[in-house]
């Protein structure tokens, strides 16, 4: 039994010794008890409300096999009946059938060919099986007999390996209580710190060959640019929907469709966001035609997906098929699209799940920063899209929602009129035009649009000290607001400098000071997010520190923003942040999904790949005076918002 974090789980482990043979079988438990909605475990425990979720995996090897399924659930669900029930449907189970093995062959099948094409995962995945058992070839061995399998070996197998004297069973349970108070720190014992980083930072090079390979990246990266665009078909339909069409061969053989479209404003979506979010989940969930298992099904024959999620005021539904399944496959959803169900069931299913992950301790130090740290920004009121997540919230707006308000938001609200899409793989450019504007060119709607925007605050410097339950470790987060926004023309400098603190774990700025020096912290990060449509940016700092040594991080964090608006950044740093931002910059561009996933935004602020050129220009001109003078300008420690979090901080106030 494990006593930490915030989940409830039971584990139910099955283990024996060497045998081979039973491999293929048990490698399709998971999906066979899982998947949604056909899983044995998902329907029996999951749809029926007896648990939220359940889980599953394999560690398959010479020596032995290992079988992992496991039920997660809420203080509200029953233990006994949730261990009764995970009992029941693995080891009293009913036994599979054809229908339900082919789909998961099938799924398995569709997997291990995306794999094949992905040369990454592929040499990894043969890396990981010459070492566990000195054969690579055995990997494709593998796929081939689980391909075989036969049914009634399945049932066999599983009866006789999924039994009591296998099992181990397994609890996680929360935090005690006697876990989350406060604890005195002894200022006399100095805290341990962790041990020194032994990994050695990559020596500067010459600014000289930075600039060179700088050069190269550009020349490289035009190239991609120009031949690539050259590719786009680019237009708008009558209804206002942009589109974008990139007819591609793509290295994985699959044709990708994604369409992001706006509605409402902030006052017609007030008290509304746990609407959309649940309209956006249930959006190809089921239609008046097919139920959520002919859409699954049609999913698996294509070897596609398709989903839709909520993104500010609006939504982003992405399809992906085999490129040969793809046109069929994309008005298939296209159709459920059209035609929603938001059947009760499936309402009441997402509801009770959502609010029961709610229903837990928020006192992890990352959870507990992270909320303190929202509550400090916070300028918005509830109900506004903008305002952040709070828990109890969060659960009063779910239990206020109803099936209708869904029904209602999709009519409303959901047209095409302020839309784009952009579909990249094989397809004929011209029969897709002309689906386009039957599909979507007169999808209307009535109701009136504005993007909902962010406004940019300077606020004042705060440090609070947080209680969390106890870890070695407590969280550090902060921001620094920023009045610069993506297209503003301190951006490319902001870019740079934020590379120079904190984009190595080893060699940047944070690094030396967190972890070489002091070791003071298990990992770190920084992040730059600038708004793409104003003036409003915000540089955030977090870590992982060694309990007890929140002071000693702040000061550090401090210490290394103070030293970069004194003294700058070298030539040498600068150097090196431009040609390894360059580097990543043209990886992006030597893969068509990667591009493929710039086209809406593109679309809908009326750039091109083309623009891509004038940024690099733009980034790699800049000077050691020209980002020292943008450092000066708006890093400013004054205003530094922090929380740390740790059982040495202070109760927050209720």
Same mark, same amino acid.
């Given at each position: 039994?494990?006593?930490?974090?915030?989940?409830?789980?039971?584990?139910?482990?099955?283990?024996?010794?060497?045998?081979?043979?039973?491999q293929p079988t048990l490698a399709l438990a998971p999906l066979l008890y899982t998947m949604q909605p056909s899983g044995h475990l998902y329907q029996n425990m999951v749809e029926t409300g007896i648990t939220t979720n359940v889980e599953a995996s394999t560690w398959l090897d010479q020596d032995f096999n290992v079988v992992f399924l496991g039920a997660i659930y809420s203080p509200s669900n029953d233990p006994k009946k949730v261990e009764s029930s995970l009992l029941a449907g693995i080891e009293k189970g009913k036994p599979f059938t054809e229908v339900e093995l082919n789909r998961v062959k099938s799924l398995m099948k569709t997997q291990g060919d995306l794999i094949t094409k992905d040369a990454v995962a592929l040499g990894s995945r043969l890396s990981d099986y010459t070492v566990a058992g000195g054969q690579w070839d055995q990997y494709f061995k593998d796929l081939d007999s689980v391909e075989k399998v036969k049914l009634d070996d399945v049932n066999q197998t599983l009866k006789q390996f999924l039994v009591a004297d296998h099992r181990i069973d397994g609890d996680i349970l929360p935090t005690p209580e006697d876990q989350k108070k406060a604890q005195q720190?002894?200022?006399?014992?100095?805290?341990?710190?962790?041990?020194?980083?032994?990994?050695?930072?990559?020596?500067?090079?010459? $600014?000289?060959?930075?600039?060179?390979?700088?050069?190269?990246?550009?020349?490289?990266?035009?190239?991609?640019?120009?031949?690539?665009?050259?590719?786009?078909?680019?237009?708008?339909?009558?209804?206002?929907?942009?589109?974008?069409?990139?007819p591609v061969e793509t290295r994985d053989d699959r044709t990708y469709a994604t369409i992001t479209m706006d509605f409402g404003t902030e006052k017609s979506l007030f008290n509304k966001g746990t609407v959309v979010d649940l309209t956006s989940y249930l959006l190809l969930r089921g239609s008046d035609k097919y139920s959520l298992q002919d859409i699954a099904d049609k999913s698996i024959d294509a070897g596609g997906a398709a989903y839709a999620s909520a993104d500010g005021n609006g939504m982003t539904i992405n399809i992906q098929s085999k490129s040969e399944k793809f046109d069929e496959f994309f008005k298939f959803v296209l159709d459920?699209?059209?035609?929603?169900?938001?059947?009760?069931?499936?309402?009441?299913?997402?509801?009770?799940q959502s609010l029961s992950s709610l229903d837990r301790p928020y006192t992890e130090p990352d959870v507990v920063a992270g909320l303190t740290l929202s509550r400090l920004l916070e300028e918005y009121q509830p109900g506004d899209l903008r305002y952040h997540f709070e828990p109890e919230l969060a659960k009063q707006q779910l239990k206020n929602a109803t099936q209708e308000q869904v029904k209602e938001l999709y009519e409303r609200f959901f047209a095409m009129n302020h839309a784009q899409i952009a579909i990249t793989g094989e397809f004929d450019a011209k029969k897709m035009q002309k689906l386009l504007?039957?599909?979507?060119?007169?999808?209307?709607?009535?109701? $009136?649009y504005q993007k909902i925007l962010i406004d940019h605050v300077d606020f004042p410097a705060q440090q609070v000290h947080v209680l969390s339950e106890q870890r070695e470790f407590g969280s550090y987060q902060s921001v620094l607001s920023i009045p610069v926004g993506k297209n503003h023309p301190d951006a490319s400098a902001l870019i740079l400098m934020n590379y120079i603190l904190g984009e190595s774990q080893i060699s940047s700025r944070l690094a030396q000071e967190l972890?070489?020096?002091?070791?003071?912290?298990?990992?770190?990060?920084?992040?730059?997010?600038?708004?793409?449509?104003?003036?409003?940016?915000?540089?955030?700092?977090?870590?992982?520190?060694?309990?007890?040594?929140?002071?000693?991080?702040?000061?550090?964090?401090?210490?290394?923003?103070?030293?970069?608006?004194k003294n700058g950044v070298t030539e040498q740093e600068l150097e090196a942040a431009k040609a390894d931002i360059m580097k990543k910059r043209v990886t992006a561009l030597e893969d068509e999904r990667n591009i493929h996933g710039m086209l809406n935004l593109q679309l809908e602020t009326n750039k091109t790949l083309q623009d891509r050129i004038r940024h690099d220009q733009e980034l790699t001109k800049l000077t050691v005076a020209d980002v020292n003078r943008v450092?000066?300008?708006?890093?400013?420690?004054?205003?530094?918002?922090?929380?740390?979090?740790?059982?040495?901080?202070?109760?927050?106030?209720k």
């Open positions: 039994m494990v006593k930490k974090g915030s989940d409830l789980a039971k584990f139910h482990i099955y283990m024996n010794g060497k045998n081979t043979k039973i720190q002894n200022s006399k014992e100095a805290p341990k710190t962790l041990d020194q980083v032994e990994a050695e930072a990559e020596p500067l090079k010459d $600014p000289k060959v930075y600039q060179q390979e700088v050069a190269e990246f550009l020349k490289t990266s035009k190239q991609y640019v120009e031949s690539n665009e050259k590719k786009i078909i680019r237009g708008k339909l009558k209804n206002g929907m942009k589109y974008a069409l990139f459920v699209m059209k035609n929603p169900k938001f059947e009760q069931s499936q309402f009441d299913l997402i509801k009770s504007n039957q599909e979507f060119g007169r999808w209307n709607g009535k109701q $009136p972890r070489e020096k002091n070791a003071l912290v298990y990992g770190f990060g920084s992040g730059l997010q600038l708004d793409r449509d104003t003036n409003v940016g915000a540089l955030s700092i977090s870590a992982n520190y060694t309990s007890g040594r929140s002071a000693q991080v702040s000061a550090s964090i401090h210490k290394v923003l103070n030293d970069l608006v450092i000066k300008k708006y890093i400013k420690p004054e205003h530094l918002v922090e929380v740390m979090a740790d059982q040495y901080g202070q109760a927050a106030k």
